[in-house]
């Protein structure tokens, strides 16, 4: 059995980075995600499972990350995954 | 002063998270930060998403539609030894925010991390005197400092 291991760098669109709502929305979905996915910013990179580790990334509007995504689920994660972080999630 | 020896309390104790937050609503009133109206849209934010942020940690703040009703920005620290149960999470520190502007996304990447530290995270957890919070939580206030 292959382990699928993906990655794409994306930009990020939330205007106040991936901070309080944007990693908030980003930790849940990856819980629900059959792949264990990572941010990666310069050289920092943290598994995207809860929101303290996604804000401790310090990712900022416009800012390039790394979405990593391992496992069975790995495509579909890192295309959500990846989606999110461009969008800007702090929009009401 | 961001956060002060008057708005850490160790003890607390609450049945489920809106209790907690409700409690935290009340440290901030209490403390002349906010108005009344800004603990009730901290319940309102806590019910459209869960504030959870992972190791024990949850951050209670308000709406953005709510700003008005911060008299002046700081935090408080409300911990709950026995843990409150957060959407099948154990929370058991609230850092409660009073924030009109955007600053408090500095102040939250300077939480970030000192609790990804896990030795830190754990002082923190534990901790029995409001001045090892202090000392813990240093965080520089933002632009206005």
Known sequence: ?92 | MLLSADRVRLDESAPDRFAAVRRAGEVLVQAGLVEPAYAEAMLERERTLSTYLGEGFCMPHGTDASRAHVIRAGIAVLRFPDGVDWEGETAYVAIAVASASDEHVAVLQQLADVLVDDERAEQLRTATDPQAVLDLLQIEEAASA
């Open chain 1, 1 to 92: 059995m292959s382990t699928t291991s993906l990655s794409r760098s994306v930009v990020v669109g939330s205007k106040v980075g991936l901070h309080a709502r944007p990693a908030a929305l980003i930790a849940k979905a990856v819980k629900a995600l059959d792949a264990t996915v990572s941010l990666q910013k310069g050289e920092k990179t943290v598994v995207a499972n809860s929101p303290l580790r996604i804000i401790s990334l310090g990712a900022a509007c416009g800012d390039e990350v790394t979405v990593l995504a391992e496992g069975p689920g790995a495509e579909a994660a890192l295309a959500e995954i990846a989606a999110l972080v461009e969008q800007d999630l702090d929009a009401d």
